[in-house]
């Protein structure tokens, strides 16, 4: 791969990265199949995300007629990199044989080793003969939706299709890894702008927060409405807040520490809540809610704005989910596509039809609102959270910041990217947009 990062770091044309050969392996981060028990018995808690994952050479696969090969200049890391890695709510390789079954080409997905990563930024190298759009020497960020466009189902919305995945966490070859295989389908142009991991952390969670709230399938906000946010300085919070702020809305943002009450403050955001230093118990027993504290979180936050959030933007699951239908408006509605401390919830049903709310699940995002959200960071009008920057050896230390709800924002990782900074295609647009609106979660 150094040949690609030296013809890439020179300004090589399409022409002459197309004509590299492609290496026969690559160096990418990945769990094994021989240890998916690894963490049995133990507490989730527990289970050590850099004690599975694993970065060292793996065979480069074959690319099919609408799959291209990119150069890995930079990932991140998302929630579904510590799933992944503690093998919750399942070991992900059922899902690589299921899709391996599906065709000749999909079976190479079936491997001892299954290559994680849900985000990338990076540059096109060769493209498979029905590729129309993109071309060698594209510089790209990649979407995680991986849809087979042959079946009726993917043609209304994507995010509806009966073998609809995420890639690199229900397909193998993901972006924590110095090449990738992608479909044509997830390629967007990377923000001209940012580095190469600052393109890199947004589209997973920026696309999920643009459906959740904005896209047409989720909570449809309008100017004026008051969003709730849970996580508010988390990987899908932070874009939340920022498309409340560029909507016209009010955003609420619940958070766990002083520090990321103020981060939050310097977003803009000066309705805060700090659930720790409140000290919720929503759940007085594993077995038991207690409608008091439902309350209490509800004068809060009409405390704050004078009024009910018209949305609830939920992904912690079990321990809020009963306080978010309390709380949200009379026919509000709370959008959810998460339960990070647990899937089984429970709400009171009589505050939920009473009142008229509404409930919206939601998942990732289709090309079309992956796509509009990525034009809105390529414009400079959501910014990146980047919060830190690791190396590709290092992807097992910053998954368990992340399980352990240390970390900022998003966690960058430099996987042929060399160093920091690199990338920036337009160095008089980062000033018109601004340093301190691009780095604001980096310099804390
Ligand atoms: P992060 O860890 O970056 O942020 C989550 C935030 O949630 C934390 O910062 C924390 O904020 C808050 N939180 C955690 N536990 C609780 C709790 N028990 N009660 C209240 N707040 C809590 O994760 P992401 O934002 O990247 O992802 C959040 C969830 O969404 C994950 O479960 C992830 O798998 C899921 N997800 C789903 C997607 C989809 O397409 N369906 C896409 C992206 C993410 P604080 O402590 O400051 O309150």
């Not at 079946?151 to 070859?173: C, K, V």
């Not at 932070?238 to 310097?266: C, H, K, M, W």
């Not at 796509?371 to 097992?396: T, W, Y």
Request: glycine content about 10%; overall charge negative; some cysteine.
């Amino acid at each position: 791969m150094q040949q690609f990062l030296e013809a890439i770091q020179s300004g090589a044309s399409g022409d002459d990265i197309a004509a590299l050969p492609i290496p026969e392996s690559y160096r990418a981060a990945f769990v094994k199949r021989d240890e998916v028990d690894m963490f049995e018995g133990m507490d989730s808690s527990a289970k050590d995300p850099t004690k599975s994952i694993h970065v060292d050479e793996v065979p480069t696969p074959q690319l099919a007629h609408d799959e291209v090969y990119i150069a890995v200049m930079a990932s991140s890391i998302n929630f579904n990199t510590v799933w992944t890695s503690i093998f919750e709510p399942l070991p992900t390789f059922g899902f690589l044989d299921r899709l391996a079954r599906e065709s000749d080409d999909a079976a190479k997905h079936s491997q001892p080793f299954h290559v994680i990563g849900s985000d990338a930024s990076g540059v096109v190298l060769q493209v498979g003969s029905a590729v129309r759009n993109w071309k060698p020497g594209d510089r790209v960020t990649v979407h995680c939706n991986h849809v087979d466009d042959q079946d009726p189902t993917a043609h209304d919305d994507s995010m509806l299709a009966l073998n609809q995945r995420i890639w690199g966490f229900e397909t193998n070859y993901g972006g924590l890894a110095d090449l990738a295989i992608v479909k044509a389908n997830q390629l967007m142009p990377k923000p001209a702008h940012l580095s190469w991991e600052e393109s890199a952390v947004n589209a997973l969670c920026n696309s999920t927060s643009y459906r959740m709230l904005v896209g047409s399938h989720g909570a449809r906000m309008k100017q004026g409405d008051a969003v709730l946010v849970w996580g508010a300085t988390g990987g899908i919070g932070g874009y939340a807040i920022q498309y409340v702020l560029n909507g016209g809305g009010t955003p609420i943002g619940v958070v766990s520490s002083p520090e990321r009450a103020q981060l939050l403050n310097d977003m803009g955001c000066e309705a805060v809540i700090d659930r720790k230093a409140e000290g919720y118990q929503f759940w007085s027993d594993e077995h038991t809610q207690d409608e008091g504290e439902w309350r209490r979180f509800g004068k809060k936050i009409r405390s704050l704005i004078g009024e009910d959030p018209d949305i609830v933007f939920e992904h912690p699951g079990r321990s809020t989910m009963g306080a978010s239908i309390f709380a949200v408006k009379r026919g509000g509605t709370v959008v959810t596509c998460a339960a990070t401390s647990g899937y089984m919830v429970e709400f009171d049903n009589r505050h939920f039809w009473m009142k008229l709310k509404r409930l919206i699940s939601s998942h990732f995002a289709n090309y079309h609102e992956a796509a509009a959200a990525n034009k809105l960071i390529c414009q400079g009008r959501i910014h990146p959270i980047m919060s830190d920057v690791f190396a590709l050896d290092e992807v097992g230390e910053a998954a368990l910041k992340v399980h352990r709800n240390q970390a900022e924002g998003k966690l960058g990782v430099l996987c042929l990217a060399p160093e920091e900074g690199l990338g920036v295609d337009d160095p008089e647009m980062r000033e018109r947009v601004g340093e301190a609106n691009i780095t604001r979660f980096r310099n804390r």
